[in-house]
């Protein structure tokens, strides 16, 4: 079975440009998860869907980031403006129910500002 | 919010020896999960522990959770170089929420 899709894989931008990073989760998993890991450091939680609601954007370290999932699958996360700091590489994971358990994650897109 | 410390964060071991990985929390977890990442590579999950003093085996790997949910360890014995990676923990938080915040990482290099 499929897992989670993460596109682009590569993603170089100028410093100001806005990017979007879409993730695929696993067909029926109700929760979606994004998280930043910068270079020789575990992920970073930026925000959580439980189905389409956004129950949790604690992590967005800027209102230039934003995410959504609007029909419950699929999601996108914009970062708006970029700078050199957004430089990581963004993860996206999901799990089958609401309770903690089991994330899978995609293969990640490594975002390079320059 | 919830911290996690892992140590050591770089181990290098010679191929056939052990290898051990420990987090410690200040603070009483339900559970800990603990996930592995290949170089260039994601996360994998490898395993959840819940219970206090849990002992949990697959193959090589031995997997524990201190008797006061503050400390878990992951232990390889006679390590492969498939074994290399980077091994994190991860914890939920401690007040309403699912996602995960992860230790640091031991990253493990195995010389063949």
């Known amino acids: 079975g499929a897992g989670v899709s993460q596109s682009p894989r590569y993603k170089v931008a100028k410093r100001g440009q806005d990017v979007a990073l879409r993730c695929d989760p696993i067909s029926g998993h109700v929760s979606l998860f994004w998280y930043q890991q910068a270079l020789g450091q575990g992920p970073e939680f930026l925000t959580y869907f439980q189905n389409e609601a956004q129950l949790d954007k604690s992590g967005l370290p800027s209102d230039r980031f934003f995410a959504e999932r609007p029909e419950g699958s699929v999601s996108t996360l914009k970062i708006q403006r970029t700078q050199q700091e957004d430089s990581a590489v963004y993860l996206c994971?999901?799990?089958?129910?609401?309770?903690?358990?089991?994330?899978?994650f995609g293969p990640g897109t490594r975002l390079t500002v320059l | 919010g919830q911290q996690v410390m892992q140590i050591p964060q770089y181990q290098h071991v010679q191929e056939g020896e052990d290898f051990t990985t420990y987090c410690n929390s200040s603070t009483t977890l339900s559970n800990i999960q603990w996930y592995k990442q290949r170089p260039g590579g994601h996360p994998v999950f490898l395993i959840q522990l819940v219970k206090s003093g849990e002992v949990k085996k697959q193959k090589r790997l031995t997997f524990q959770f201190g008797e006061a949910k503050k400390n878990s360890s992951l232990h390889i014995t006679a390590t492969q170089t498939t074994d290399v990676g980077t091994y994190f923990c991860a914890i939920p938080p401690n007040n309403a929420g699912n996602m995960l915040t992860f230790g640091g990482g031991t990253r493990l290099m195995v010389k063949p």
């Open positions: 994971a999901s799990s089958l129910a609401a309770a903690y358990n089991e994330q899978f």
